[in-house]
């Protein structure tokens, strides 16, 4: 199976700020890598797919890029609304997989 | 709007076999080129892709439960339903239904570009004797 690493696993940060969460593959995966973000006691929302492609209506302060193995999700300025967890998904093998989650958190 | 809501046991013993069912509203399970998947989070090992099974009828398994699981469509009902035998304190998760969409080309028979874009609620299932 291809390994998902996240960086970091947990994350402080305030309103305004931009912050930039890392997800790296155990192989080249090209840009199929996607981006979810959960709330406590939600489902995953899909944010990113094919590693840079907003889903619409997702806000456009979120961005995601990469490719191979080393792909980032990027929030220009945070907000209330954006503290959360953040997973990756990694599409290029049969045997899908997600990244073990980066917890975004208010300073 | 597509809505997903997974049902099933909540608790259940060791060996027994789960079986889940996800109910969609809003739109049709056989309409479109759309794929169905579960997808189970626990704490030990977060999210883990269970299955999908896809419009065409073929079914991708993740290997960890494979021998073990099985997805089915049933188009009357609009439901899809997985069932996972012989389960262990391991299998204890938030179990969630989601749509798995594609596209671009296949190669091989899988959409290398795909994504769980509508999720139910999910569903918890605790395995305990």
């Known amino acids: 199976d291809i390994q998902m690493t996240q960086s970091p696993s947990s994350l402080s940060a305030s309103v305004g700020d931009r912050v930039t969460i890392t997800c790296r593959t155990s192989q080249s995966i090209s840009r199929y890598l996607n981006w979810y973000q959960q709330k406590p006691g939600k489902a995953p929302k899909l944010l990113i797919y094919a590693a840079s492609s907003l889903l619409s209506g997702v806000p456009s302060r979120f961005s995601g890029s990469g490719s191979d193995t080393d792909f980032t999700l990027t929030i220009s300025s945070l907000q209330p609304e954006d503290f959360a967890t953040y997973f990756c998904q990694q599409s290029f093998s049969t045997v899908i997989t997600f990244g073990q989650g980066t917890r975004l958190e208010n300073k | 709007q597509l809505l997903l809501q997974e049902s099933g046991p909540g608790l259940m013993k060791p060996s027994e076999t789960l079986s889940l069912t996800c109910s969609v509203s809003?739109?049709?399970?056989?309409?479109?080129?759309?794929?169905w998947a579960w997808i189970r989070q626990s704490p030990g090992k977060g999210l883990e892709w269970i299955a999908t099974?896809?419009?065409?009828?073929?079914?991708y398994y993740n290997p960890s439960v494979e021998t073990r699981v099985t997805i089915s469509v049933d188009t009357s009902k609009n439901q899809f339903s997985l069932a996972l035998n012989s389960v262990t304190a391991a299998d204890t998760a938030l179990y969630y239904c989601?749509?798995?969409?594609?596209?671009?080309?296949?190669?091989?028979?899988?959409?290398?570009?795909?994504?769980?874009?509508?999720w139910g609620p999910g569903t918890l299932v605790t395995v305990s004797s």
């Open positions: 099974i896809y419009y065409s009828g073929n079914t």
């Open positions: 989601a749509r798995h969409s594609t596209a671009g080309g296949a190669r091989n028979g899988y959409y290398h570009l795909n994504w769980f874009d509508s």
């Open positions: 809003g739109d049709s399970i056989s309409s479109g080129t759309y794929n």
